[in-house]
């Protein structure tokens, strides 16, 4: 019998790029071991466009996305949480108040890129890439057997780039 999934939310601001690219390369590379939510403090109320196509890109679904409040996760035990606001452009962090192991993989946020769409497609390719290098190191792990110290450490090395 298999154990159950770890679930995992991935967090930010505005839920409607980076934590949703989070969110699908988690349950697609993360089959059977882990299972992804993402969520926002402050939602936009819809997934940036530029987010699906770079789904559909890499024959990822994008059918039942939303950007939502972490509110509507209230009842979801989480196991591990990852925030991936850039505290680097100033960009305020969710504080997450649950027992979730943390870990802050912080990357720029490609709705905030400007110009043609070959720039504006190349941000949101440069995320999804740095998302599952990540998410890569992360199923790499026996995750289900690390201590919370442990998971901790290496969440916040895989964001660092030092793991």
């Not at 936009?44 to 530029?50: D, I, K, Q, S, Y």
């Not at 209230?74 to 925030?83: A, G, H, R, Y």
Request: glycine share 10%.
């Amino acid at each position: 019998m298999n154990p159950r999934p770890l679930d995992v939310l991935v967090l930010c601001t505005g839920n409607s790029c980076r934590s949703i690219l989070g969110e699908a390369l988690i349950n697609h590379l993360g089959k059977g071991r882990l299972r992804a939510f993402s969520a926002g403090s402050h939602p936009t109320g819809r997934v940036n466009p530029n987010a699906l196509a770079t789904l559909s890109r890499h024959g990822l679904p994008t059918e039942g996305y939303a950007s939502k409040s972490w509110d509507a996760l209230e009842e979801t035990p989480i196991d591990i949480l990852i925030t991936v606001c850039d505290s680097a452009a100033g960009e305020t962090c969710p504080v997450y108040l649950g027992s979730a192991v943390r870990g802050h993989w912080g990357l720029p946020d490609p709705a905030h890129v400007t110009g043609n769409p070959e720039v504006i497609e190349a941000a949101f390719e440069a995320t999804y890439s740095a998302l599952e290098k990540r998410i890569r190191q992360l199923l790499a792990l026996p995750v289900e057997t690390m201590s919370r110290s442990e998971l901790t450490e290496a969440l916040n090395r895989i964001g660092a780039g030092t793991l």
